[in-house]
């Protein structure tokens, strides 16, 4: 029997295997075993999976399970399982599950009494907040903000009050703008980029979000990210802080602009429709 679970002859069991995050020697004992030991391995990009268990001689049987065929394949999976296959799951790097595909797995095999047993291993995320020197004792992991940028100042604002280290993971080409929305809902904190973690080109870029958004701007960084906020210092409060009408006076005095401009901006610092920010301020005054 692989690991230390209840799996028997009749039921199967899923392994939830954790692979490097982009150095191939970051990978545990257990899991290469298990690797050795599983009837198939469901994996998110094969062609990835290959790659890897090539490179530690394993021969597998690999199905594809990603976002885009889950709700067909998790059925299909424990079908196996309940026939008694032992079966792996792997995503392209890191933890399996955690902002990649297999929840929906999990749960299934847990309705069906399967066991499900986690292999730890390398996840960016950890990985990048030990190295950040951020406060570690408590922190929130959000995953992927919204893509478009009035939801994401929206779940920016609903994080402005948060004590806690934030840890994001982002893609490249959104991260100037990730960073300017921060910058404008949380206020200056302190920030990291971990970018290419455990790669050739590893770097943690430290600095204010406004330095850091200033070195985006000035050579934008390529490669795997991942962004950690620290809590505000709590002297400078962000703008989303105080209340629309406040920020609007704000804006009024500071850019010498008239109340539509300053409202327009204020409502674009939050993420909210003109319509509702109008509707916001005249609440705020009654
Ligand atoms: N499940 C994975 C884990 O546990 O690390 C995360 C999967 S998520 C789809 C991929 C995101 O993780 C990337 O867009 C990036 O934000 C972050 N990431 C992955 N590898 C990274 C690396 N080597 N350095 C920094 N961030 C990384």
Same mark, same amino acid.
């Given at each position: 029997?692989?690991?230390?679970? /209840? ?13 490097? $995050? ?25 062609? #990835?999976? #290959? ?6 001689? $394993? ?23 309940? #026939? ?114 455990? /790669? ?22 390529? %490669? ?5 906020? %620290? ?28 109340? /539509? ?26």
């Amino acid at each position: 029997m692989i690991g230390a679970n /209840k799996a028997t002859a009749e039921t199967g069991c899923l392994y939830l295997v954790a692979t490097p $995050i982009g150095n191939l020697e970051d990978i545990t004992l257990r899991a290469l075993r298990v690797l050795k030991e599983v009837d198939l391995v469901a994996c998110e990009d094969t062609r #990835q999976t #290959q790659k890897l268990l090539n490179h530690y001689g $394993i021969r597998k049987r690999l199905v594809s399970y990603h976002e885009h065929n889950e709700l067909t394949r998790a059925p299909e999976v424990v079908i196996e399982l309940e #026939q008694g296959a032992r079966a792996a799951l792997v995503s392209d790097a890191g933890t399996p599950v955690i902002s990649d595909p297999g929840h929906r797995l999990v749960t299934l095999c847990l309705r069906h009494h399967i066991p499900v047993v986690p292999i730890p291993g390398p996840s960016a995320l950890v990985a990048a907040l030990a190295a950040s020197g951020m406060p570690t004792e408590e922190f929130l992991f959000v995953g992927f903000l919204p893509a478009r940028s009035g939801e994401r100042r929206r779940a920016l604002v609903d994080l402005a009050a948060e004590p806690r280290t934030l840890i994001f993971y982002e893609a490249p080409h959104r991260l100037e703008d990730t960073l300017k929305d921060a910058l404008e809902t949380l206020g200056p904190r302190p920030a990291v980029i971990a970018r290419e973690v455990t /790669k050739v080109h590893e770097e943690f870029i430290r600095g204010t979000l406004g330095e850091l958004l200033e070195r985006v701007r000035r050579k934008p960084p390529r %490669g795997e990210m991942t962004l950690l906020i %620290g809590p505000g210092s709590g002297t400078q409060p962000a703008a989303t802080q105080v209340s629309l009408a406040a920020r609007v006076a704000q804006i009024m005095r500071e850019q010498n602009v008239d109340r /539509k401009a300053a409202l327009k901006q204020a409502a674009r610092e939050r993420g909210l429709p003109r319509r509702e920010a109008y509707k916001q301020l005249l609440d705020d005054r009654s």
